[in-house]
């Protein structure tokens, strides 16, 4: 059986998801952001930064949650929650799987360092202004693409695993959707889902 190692509110809650929507039975070692016990060697030699997500699987030990959810598709996924190589989706499908970290969560990141992890005399309202800035312009690309869309690539797909967790997550940072009800709509259709609910719940 694999093991996740998981914390709440992290990326690590993609994986859950993608475990939950395989139907996957795993194990799960809770911890909370920023624990001590991240940081201790024992940790350290599942993941050299003390982050989370991390799965392990036999001998293979993994971090980076796009590359696991990559690994759980190819292991266990027999071709669910991802188009084949024939289907027309398949480019828009790896685009928009790597999209929430090539364009959504590095400002993400800097709006979460500037606001909640720096001390306050160490902060910059300047940068923190210019990544909120930069979020909205990365959603607004994908809000012209859900026009008329359910999911960003088809049918739903660790697409929307990837990137609809970045959207949910940008929304509960505070991002701006008011002008953008495509995202609003997909958003909320993805926190409904079961799968979800539960790896959030982990």
Do not use: K, N
């Given at each position: 059986m694999v093991k996740l190692h998981y914390a709440p509110g992290?990326?690590?809650?993609?994986v859950a998801w993608a475990l939950e929507e395989l139907g996957l039975d795993y194990d799960v070692a809770r911890y909370a952001l920023g624990s001590p016990e991240m940081r201790n060697p024992?940790?350290?030699r599942t993941h050299p930064m003390g982050r989370v997500p991390v799965l392990e699987d036999g001998g293979q030990v993994l971090f980076e949650s796009g590359a696991i959810i990559q690994y759980l598709l190819a292991r266990y996924?027999?071709?669910r929650l991802q188009p084949s190589v024939e289907d027309p989706e398949f480019g828009p499908y790896l685009q928009w799987f790597?999209?929430?970290e090539g364009m959504i969560m590095p400002p993400m990141n800097q709006i979460v360092v500037e606001t909640r992890l720096l001390p306050e005399d160490r902060r910059s309202e300047v940068h923190a202004k210019r990544a909120v800035k930069l979020l909205g312009q990365m959603l607004t690309a994908?809000?012209?693409h859900m026009e008329g869309?359910?999911?960003l690539a088809g049918a739903f797909s660790a697409a929307d695993i990837m990137t609809g967790h970045a959207?949910?997550?940008a929304g509960r940072l505070g991002a701006d959707m008011s002008g953008m009800p495509n995202l609003q709509g997909?958003?909320?259709r993805l926190e409904a889902r079961p799968a979800f609910q539960a790896a959030e719940s982990v």
């Open positions: 992290s990326r690590a809650v993609r024992e940790f350290r996924g027999d071709g790597h999209y929430a994908v809000e012209a869309r359910e999911f959207v949910i997550m997909y958003g909320a």
